[in-house]
C-alpha cells in the first residue's frame, strides 16, 4: 500500500462559522493504481487532494487524522521531511495550468528548480530528462525558454504535467486537471495522462466533477459529497453496479464524452451548509428515495460487496431505486426538504 | 522624456524671470564692476526681448553655461559638478539602503499576517514617515554624535583633511564615517515607503495559485517568500521610486542642511538665501535631471521586473 | 438637502466605525483643531512671551509641572509655543489638503471620463509635475514670491494634486463603463451630469483618502519650510521651535526642545495618515480584513 488516509477531517475558519470541509475519510492507494474522487464542487476533494502534500490554506480550523506514505503520517512530520517527500514522492497538476505558473520565471526555470530542489543533477542532465518528457506530452522543446504568459492554455497544462513527473514521482495527484481546458483540448490531455500511466507506472489521485473523465482514466472510484465518501469501489463496479442515489443521478447528469446520446437528468438542490451539517444522511435533503430513517442518524460506511462501500441505508432497496432512477419523473418530482 | 527636460528648463527660466524686482538680478549683481555687467549682459542677452533671451538661454544651456555664481565667483557648471557627485553618493546609498531594508521587512511582515511583528513594524515605520526628516536627523546627531560621541557631527570630512585622489575622496574611512549618520537617516525615513507597498503587494501575491505550487514542490519558506513572492511583488515597489524621488530632492535639501554635507541639496538653499540666482537655476534644473534619470532608469528595469510587459 | 447631508454624515461615520485606527487619527485630528482654535485659551503662556522668575529669565528649564514642555533659550514655554505653533501646522495643513484635493479630484475626473486627447494632455502635465523636485520648487516659489502662508499652500497646491489626479482618474476608468452609468447614458443624461452625480460620490472616498494624505504632507513641507528659516515670520510654528534649537545647537542641553515640537508634528501628520488609509479601505475592499 503506497498511501493510505484513515479517518481525516479538515475544518475551515469562515467568518460565519466553521466550516467542516472533509468529515472522516478514508482511503487507500496502491502502487500502479488510479484512484478518482469525483463530485460537486465545494464537496471537499481539493482538499482531500491538497491535505496530501499538507498544503493548507491560512484559516485552517481542524485536522485530525493521518495520511501514510510509506509508512510516516505526512501531517506529522517535521517541515524537513515534508520538503523531501514534496514533489519528489508526490507531486501534483495544478487545475488552472495558467495561474500556476510564476509569471517572471521561464518554463525551464521552473521545471529546473522542481529537479534542483530534490536531486543533484548537472544542468545538462536535467535537460536531457525535461526534454525527453517534453517529447512525450508533445510540447516544442523551444518552448522552455519562454515565459508563461507566452503559452497556450494546453501548453501551459502539458508543461505543468512535465513539471509534475520531471522528479519521477509515486504518486501524482491531479486536481480538475482538465476543467479549466475546452473540450477538445480535454481529450487531448486525457488521453495523454493516460499513455503517461502506463509508460510511467506511477500512481494517480484524480480529482474531478466530471464523472466521464474519471470514468476514462481510474481504476477505483471515490464519489464525495458534502465533505463525505458516498460510495467507493472499483470503477467498474461504480459505473455497472452503483449502490449510492447520488452516484447514480451523477452518471444521469453528465454527457458522455464517446457521445451516446441520452436525455441529462439534473439533480435538483444544493448541497448542504457544511458550517452546520445535517443530521443523518447529507444528501438526503435532495434524494429521491429518501425514507425518515436516512435523517434520523448518520448513515455509516458499508460495505454492499466486496471491496465495494456505500453510506445508503437503502442498499436492499438498490434494484427498484435503480429502476425508478432511470426515470425522468423521479428526479423532477423530489421534493427538497 | 527629453519633452519634460524641456518643459522644467522652460518653467525655471518664467519662474525666475517673474522676479518681483529686478530681471536683471538674475545674472547681474550690482556689486559687479561696469565692465563685467556689460559683459554678462551680452553675454546673456539681457537687454534683448523676452523671446530671444530665451533662445540664448536654451542655447547656453545646451553649452553647459548657467552664468557666473554671484556668491563663489566661478561658472556655475563646475560648482554643480562637484556637488553633484556628494549628493548622488549620499542619496543613493541611503535610498538603496531604505530600499533593500524596506523590501525584507515588508515581506516579512505580510508573510507574518497578523503577528505582533507586523503591527509594530508598520506603526514604526509609519511613525517615523509621519516626522520630519531633519528631525530624524537631528535625534540621530544628539544619540550618536552628541551623547554616545562614536560619529561625527556632520561635514563631509574632517576639516583640513589633503585629499590626495578621487578615490580617496569617496572610499576612505573618514568619509565613511561621516557618512553613516546621514546615510542611516535617510534608510530609516524612507524604508516606509517601499515597505508598505512591498507588504501589500506580497499580500495579494501570496493568495495566487503559483505560490501553492512552489510550496508543494518542496522549497523552503525563504525561497518562496524571497525568490517567487518578493520578486513577483517588485514591481510597484520600483514604479514607486519615480514618485518618491521628487519628494526624495526636497528631503536631500533637508538633510543635507543638517548634516552640512556639500551637495546640492545644501548648495540650493545658500544659493536662495544669497540670492545666487545663477545657482539656484541651474542646481534646480539638476534636480529635474536627476528626477528624469531615475525615471528613465525605472522604466529600463519595468520589463526586466515583469516579463509581460512589452515595449511599445 | 438636511437630509442628504445627515445622510452623508452618518456614512462618514461608519466609514471609521470599523477601523479602530482611523478613529483614533479622527479623535487626534479633532483635538488638533480644538488646540489651533482655542489656543489662547489653552496656553498657560503667550508664544513668544520671555517668563521671568525672581528678576531671571527662565532660560532652558526641563519640564516640570509649570513648563509642560520646559523652557527656551530665551525663557519661552514651549507648552505653549507647540499650541500655538498648531495652527500654522492645520491652517497650512487644511488649506492646502482642500486646495490639493480640489484640483487632483477635477482633473482625475475630466481626464479619465473624457480620456482621448484631453487625458493624454493632462496625463502629460502630471508627468510634468512630477519631475519638478516638490520642497526646493516651493522654497524658490516662496523666495521669490514672499513668505507667508498662503504662498505656502498655494506651491502645495501647484505640484501636489498629482497623485490624487492619477489615482482618481484610474478609478474613474474603471467605473465609466460600469452597468449604472451605461444606463444613465442611455437615458440621455448629459456627461456633467453623470459626472457630477454617478461617479463623483463613487470617488469621494479615494477623494477623502488623498485629502487626509496631502494634509500629512503639507504639514511635513511647512515644518521643513519654517526649519530652513522661510517660513511665515509672525506665525508661530513647530518647525520654527525646531529652527531655534538647532540654529545655537542647544539639542544636548535641551533635549525636550527637541522633542515636543517633533513629537506634535509626527502625531497630527500620523492622524492623516490613518485617517486616509481609513478612507482607502472604503475604495479597496480587500485592505478591510485587518
Redesign the interface.
Known sequence: MLLEVKNLKVYYKTTKGTVQAVDDVSFSLEEGENLGLVGESGCGKTTVVKTILRLFPTNIAHVSGTVEYSGQNILQMTFDELSRIRWKEISMIPQSAMNALDPVYTIEEQILEALQTHDEISYSEALQKIYGLFDLVGLERSRLKDYPHQLSGGMLQRACIVMALVCSPKIILADEPTTALDVVVQDNILQRINELHKKIRASMILSSHDISVIAETCDRVAVMYAGQFMEYASSRKIFGNPFHPYTVGLQQAFPNIKGTKKKLIAIKGYPPNLINPPRGCRFASRCPFRKEACVAKDPPLVEVEPLHLSRCIRSDAIDEIRRRASMEETWERTELS | ML???F??VT?VFL??R???GDPLAMYINADMPVEVQKALMQRFGLDKPLHEQYLLYLKNLLVGDFGQSFHYGQAVIYLVAERFWNTIILMGIGIGLAYVMGCILGALAAWK?GSKFEVISIILT??I???????IG??L??IFG??LNLLPLGGIREAGIKITSTFEKFFSLDFLLHMILPATTLAIYYMGTPFLIMR?AML?VMN???I??????????WQVIFK?AM??SLLPVITML??MI??V???Q??LE??FRWPGIGME??SA??TRDYPM?QA??IM??VI??IV?FVVDLLYHY????VTYE | MAKKLKFFLQSQLEVFKGDSLGSIGAIIFACFIMMAIFAPFIAPYGPEEMIYKEGRLLRLQPPSWHHLFGTTQMGQDIFSQVIYGSRAAVLVGVLSAILVSIIGTAVGLVSGYYGGKTDAFLMRVVDLAYGIPFLPFIIILVALTGLTFWNVVIGIGLLLWRTPARVIRAQVLSLKNRPFVEASRVLGASNFRIILFQIAPNVLPLTFSYTALAMGWAILTEANLSFLGYGDPIMMSWGKILFRVYIIQAMTIAWWWVLAPGLAIILLVLSGFFIGRAYEKVTNPRLREY
Open positions: 519633452i519634460t527636460l518643459l522644467l518653467i519662474m525666475f517673474f522676479l518681483p499576517r509609519l511613525s514617515r509621519s516626522a520630519p526628516l531633519f528631525w537631528i535625534i546627531i544628539m552628541m551623547w501589500s495579494e495566487e495559485e503559483f501553492e505550487i512552489v510550496k508543494a514542490k518542496g522549497l523552503k519558506t517567487h520578486r513577483n519615480t514618485v521628487s519628494f530632492m526636497g528631503g535639501v533637508m542642511t543638517i540650493i538653499v536662495v538665501n539656484a542646481l534646480f534636480m529635474g528626477i528624469l525615471n521586473l515583469d516579463p509581460r
